[in-house]
């Protein structure tokens, strides 16, 4: 159960940080709640990117297994 919460407050402090979540001044449940929403919304959005830029950067591991030649393969292909 800590291992969660904490994972949960790391996650709030990232809002706060990257997507401006403590940096409401309103006065109504309403907009705190369109803040909040538009806020936690905006970290999705970025997590998701980050998520598929770092796959994309990142080798393919299967990849670069196929472009790789088998020793036991490229004998047998030179052989013919």
């Known amino acids: 159960m800590m291992g969660l919460r904490w994972s949960i407050e790391d996650c709030f402090e990232t809002a706060k940080s990257d997507c401006g979540l403590d940096h409401y001044e ?7 709640h369109r803040h909040v929403t538009l806020s ?4 999705a959005f970025l997590t998701v990117t980050d998520t598929r830029t770092r796959h994309l950067l990142e080798p393919d591991s299967t990849a670069e ?16």
């Open 26 to 32: 309103v006065r109504t449940w309403d907009a705190w």
């Open 65 to 80: 297994s196929l472009t790789q030649a088998d020793p036991a393969r490229t004998s047998e292909r030179e052989k013919h």
């Open 40 to 43: 936690m919304a905006a970290l």
